[in-house]
């Protein structure tokens, strides 16, 4: 049994316009310890995923339906209680802005402390020991000094350390990570990446990473998740992924990576784009998803929506045009 | 291992993605006026309570009433009844027939305050966030004027000035004037450092043309949500002068001169100063409701509530 | 910090200066004869003369200024031209009422509406966060002698819970003072707690959208430490600042209730001096309650660093 198995996740939203389809229906999995990355272009659906997992959609503002099973346990039919002890313990979150997603009139030594006392019980006493021991985990010097700073006094990379050591502080066997290195600085993020995998080996956490940065995924994940307009269209492990992309969508998105010293050998290539953009989900869209978008699309696109079915092993895509692999007769 | 386009698909092999059902109920749609009425039940609300009050003041004549100022010595302190649907005061004269001719005193002082400050504050505001050098002479006199409570401002003004309605329409401007200020300057300021604003001034658009083209069109939302406000706090302050006092002339009725009269009977009489406090509390409820309302709507990006 | 203080505090004398020369030059500037006006219809020529001489309204303007200056900063507010007792003995006569009813009204108010907002914004959109919004937009329009006149008549008269009117110093007791202060603190509070509910409920719906609440949400926290140590220290420097500059309703709301209340404070004095037209009286007491409003909003920008730690002086 997989650790996290998502099946036919919906999250709707209600807007005056009408209800925003922001997931819909996506199935996947993570095993324990296996990083999984989920990517697309913004707005596709990645964070309210991830949001989803962690029960983190206000009543008011939607609904999510389907089944998420957590190590067996079906997180969607929890108690709000019970879900809270899962929250920063078993499952933790980092996010992309580590500027605002620390509360700047709270010391960092609070913050990281208090998930301590929270879901280990510890004494202020303890919970301080263990952030001192967290901060020199995630490589911070001076950190008996630096529990004492708010988020202002430190550096990006610091914060999204700090970010990090939130997360790990209870030792979570999942790890959504969301966005986490899009708002640092180049030099930063590699350190940043570093760190995570460096980490993971360490505490053996699995990874949901989310990110639109097909070089993050490269260098971190093992499978790849496409989303498009809330839905899954492709999934595959990393190299099949890069190396014969299936769906339309993911081999725009492939395309569309800036490539080192394509100005040196002389052809002007154009860095791809993908014409078109996404559907609004305020409507039922009849057929494929990217059908506005596609160039193979043709009337059978248009008004019959595919399913995702096995185009190698290992490797699934939802597109009535994509190339199957031939079962070796 | 070849691969090849997908053959000849027919509805068998094909993928189909599986239909899902709808989690929520549909959104209702409804038509223009009535999502206007449901976005903004406050402003329909408040707009409409104070139509009617201004229909009251201008039509009061015809309202059933008598003249306000007739007295009749020997029908004093009459509870309300058929004859005077609110009853008498001291001097016998009709509290129905004040109390509606009062609607056009709060009226006229809440329009006429709420007028004058707004276009005297703009002046002020404008010249401060045009004219740099004035700019700290003139904020420091509105941070002087504004630490005296306006109640207490408006108290010293009439203590030194006859009353009359004129005046007390005068004296509450006068407390009014720093907020208004204040609210232009910054606006004034904000939009200066507007690339369109610095892309006018480089190309040399005079002034008085910088401000009618970029800078009033900007301030007249959030001055009308602070003139709805300023009304509404005029014509409380025009009640608590005339309770004490220091407002309109007793000759002139209004809610706040009816209510003082009412005074120093209120434990036997209370219908004295029941009636006209009704009114004042629902004008300025309507003009609160109608200024929260504007705010709403002129600006759906500042958060409801305050 | 403490070169920040000093300097903040002379920042106050220019603004007390100019409301000083402004309370001081209304006697110059009001068209008329204000000798005449305070006098009234049924004085003599001689009764003006007398109240313009001790007015000094008949000598220059800057030397009369400098005069009224040199006497305010040897804490002489001048004479009452009614009773001829000096301004400062008759304030502080009535100041102790008029500091009960401010402060035990600013502690209730603030100790009612911080939570009420706070409540409105975590519901926001529910049923009771549009009745404590309904409460408070009510609260807004009622004028303090409307809710005084409706409370003492329920409370007091009818229901015989409290004392209709009148004051009684602590050193009486605890509870005949308290019992007296009941009902003009919730008037004089009414336009206070909608003002600061309406604050906090905002602020805190804008500081509850912020991705750190977010962040405190996925640590598995439960609401109350959500609303009251996440978000509600974020909130705080708004609502501070709008207690603050509320005072100013209050104090102009105290010349009402204590007028309704029959409480002996600054309010009456107020009134009593308007009746006899007692300009000296009122500009004292201006200067008084300005002074206090001015030094109350200073005190609370000095707060907000302790509140803040991105606020450094």
Sequence with gaps: MALLEVENLQTHFRTPEGVNRAVEGVSFHVEEGETLAIVGESGCGKSVTSMSLMRLIPPSAGRIAGSIRFDGRDLLGLPEREMRSIRGNDISMIFQEPLTSLNPVLTIGYQIGETLRLHQGLSAAEARAKAIEMLTLVGISEPARRIACYPHELSGGMRQRVMIAIALACNPRLLIADEPTTALDVT???????????????VGAAIVLITHDLGVVAEMAERVMVMYAGRKVEEAPVAQLFKTPRHPYTRGLLGAIPRLGSSLTGRQERLAEIPGQVPSLKNRITGCVFAGRCSQADEICRTIAPGLETKAPGHFAACHQALREEAPS | MTQFPSPDRTMANLAVAEALPDILPPIRRRGPVRTFIARHPTLVLGAGLLLLLVLTA?????????????????????PPSGNNWFGTDQL??????????????????????????????????LVSGFVRWSDGLIMRAMDGLMSIPPVLLAIALMTLSRGSMGNVILAITI???PRVSRLIRGVVLSLRDQPYVDAAIACGTRTPMIIFRHILPNTLAPMTVQATYICASAMILEAILSFVGAGTPPSIPSWGNIMAEGRALWQVKPYIVFFPALFLSTTVLAVNLLGDGLRDALDPRMVKGV | MLIYLLKRLLTTVPVMLLVGLFVFSLLFVVPGDPAAMIAGDQASIADIARIRASLG?????????WNWLWRLAHGDLGQSIFSDQPVTMLIGQRVGPTLSLMGMTMLVSVGLA???GVIAAWKAGSLIDRFLMALAVLGFSLPVFVVGYMLAYVFALNLDWLP??????????????????????????????????????????????????RTARAKGLGSASILMIHALKNASVPI??????????LIGGTVVTESVFAIPGLGRLTIDAILHRDYPVIQGVVLLCSGTYVLINLLIDLCYNLLDPRIRY
């Excluded at chain 2, 201008?58 to 009459?78: E, H, N, S, Y």
């Design chain 1, 188 to 202: 930063i993020q590699a350190q940043i990446l570093d760190l995570m995998r460096d980490l993971k080996q360490r």
């Design chain 2, 58 to 78: 201008v039509l009061a004549p015809w309202l059933g009433t008598l003249d306000p100022g007739a007295l009749a010595p020997a029908r004093r302190l009459r």
């Design chain 2, 92 to 125: 016998g004269r009709d509290i129905y027939s004040r109390v509606i001719y009062g609607t056009r005193a709060s009226l006229m002082v809440g329009f006429g305050v709420s007028l004058l400050s707004s276009l005297v504050g703009l002046a002020i505001g």
């Design chain 2, 175 to 177: 407390a009014e004037i």
């Design chain 3, 57 to 65: 309204l008949d000598r220059p303007f800057p030397v009369q200024f």
């Design chain 3, 114 to 116: 911080v939570p009420m």
């Design chain 3, 164 to 213: 209709v009117q009148g004051y009684v110093p602590m050193d009486d007791g605890l509870w005949p003072w308290l019992s007296r202060l009941i009902l003009p603190s919730a008037s004089l509070g009414c336009v206070y707690v909608a003002l600061i509910a309406r604050i906090t409920r905002a602020t805190m719906l804008e500081v509850l959208t912020q991705d750190y609440v």
């Design chain 3, 240 to 249: 501070v600042t709008v207690i603050g500059l509320g005072i100013a309703l």
